[in-house]
């Protein structure tokens, strides 16, 4: 399979190469390179300005990116409001000095070496790290990653870093994980892993974390920005806005948006969508409790967070590719055919993306739910099922 696993990626990167020269010559036309960093840097830039009003007003904040970056993009953004939690703007802080491409690769590079230390940190398999890491950052979701300027190499390693620690560090592995806070669809269940591990400190340092975040970003941009991200959250929960729909959500591979994809009623797709987040959660806590290695659990909350968001895009898949990296490398010695036709869907979900032009993608979430269950047949039948022999970091 791997001619399979290297024409997408070479494909992948095919598509991050011609973004700086011709965006859409190969694969889903990007605009620009940097668009959801144009959102990031816009709004930090905004607010350190004192201009409040324009970052919490969608289409006013889209019309000043097209204005801003009008060199940079080869068509006009059509809907890019900021919707993050305002502690992700304190993350955000060191690069905003940087100027718009200076920031752009600073954030990419740190967030990448970030995650490249929290592979190597502990690791079960420690030479095959350095392929570990290799395969993570030239997979197709790393350069969709880079392409769109997002932050998924940040998520993945807080989520690698976090679990990794909770061992010899459990209170500094809680306070990392506490900074996933930044994008709470991919915070919603660390506490259930916590709880699963009966990591009640890490917890509580979690819990500090996010709050410490939350409270320095009052405390820097001012109150007035969480009195108004709280109930626009909350609406978004009940009624959401329909440009939010229409030109977020629906773009990505949530089981959500699979669903309305698929063609069913909202409403089912609704009801889905929680079904997925309590088995997530259910599955989390059940295999924290459990004997697995550290690794496998690891591997389950990579999979599970992104099956249970509410909302994702292709580079969020990034999360899935360290999972089944580090599930195929678990039993390098003894591969099975199911175990890597699992490993290219899921390597492929990037390319399947938007669902809502590329129908084979609506199908991601099946693949998601197809890892966790190999993982948690582990514990069925420890012998020969690939779980990697317990090291003392487990």
Not at 220 to 225: A, N, T
């Amino acid at each position: 399979m791997l001619p399979a696993f290297s024409i997408a990626t070479l494909f992948a990167w095919g598509v991050l190469i011609s973004t700086f020269t011709h965006p859409g010559w190969i694969g889903l036309n990007h605009v620009a390179p940097g668009t959801d960093w144009m959102v990031f840097y816009g709004a930090v830039r905004s607010l350190l300005a004192g201009n409040l009003a324009l970052v919490t007003d969608g289409d006013a904040f889209t019309a000043y990116l097209n204005q801003s970056f009008a060199s940079w993009l080869t068509v006009p953004l059509e809907f890019r409001p900021w919707f993050y939690p305002p502690g992700f703007l304190v993350l955000l802080l060191p690069f905003a000095p940087l100027g718009f491409i200076g920031s752009y690769v600073a954030f990419q590079a740190a967030t990448a070496g970030f995650l490249a230390w929290a592979l190597r940190n502990r690791s079960d398999q420690p030479q095959l790290t350095p392929y570990i890491i290799a395969a993570v950052l030239v997979s197709p979701s790393a350069s969709l990653n880079l392409a769109d300027g997002q932050c998924a190499f940040l998520v993945a390693a807080l989520l690698v870093a976090g679990v990794r620690l909770l061992g010899p560090r459990p209170l500094l592995a809680g306070a990392i994980l506490g900074l996933l806070s930044f994008k709470p669809q991919f915070f919603l269940l660390v506490p259930l892993a916590l709880m699963g591990a009966r990591r009640y400190g890490s917890l509580c340092a979690a819990a500090c974390s996010a709050f410490a975040l939350a409270a320095a970003s009052a405390m820097i941009f001012g109150v007035e920005l969480w009195l108004w991200w709280i109930p626009q959250a909350y609406n978004n929960l009940v009624s959401p806005d329909a440009k939010w729909l229409a030109y977020g959500r629906i773009w990505g591979h949530s089981v959500w948006a699979c669903a309305m994809l698929l063609g069913l009623p909202e409403r089912l797709a609704s009801i889905l969508q929680l079904a997925a987040i309590l088995s997530s959660a259910a599955a989390t806590f059940a295999v924290f409790r459990s004997s697995l290695s550290t690794n496998n659990k690891l591997i389950v909350l990579l999979a599970a967070t992104v099956l249970a968001a509410p909302h994702s895009g292709p580079y969020d898949a990034t999360l899935l590719t360290v999972a089944v990296v580090l599930w195929l490398a678990a039993s390098i010695d003894a591969p099975r055919f199911r175990d890597w036709l699992i490993g290219l869907g899921i390597w492929m979900v990037p390319l399947l993306s938007p669902a809502v032009y590329i129908p084979a993608g609506r199908l991601s979430p099946l693949l998601i739910v197809a890892l966790i269950g190999v993982v948690f047949g582990a514990l069925r039948s420890p012998a020969g099922s690939g779980e990697p022999a317990m090291s003392p970091h487990s």
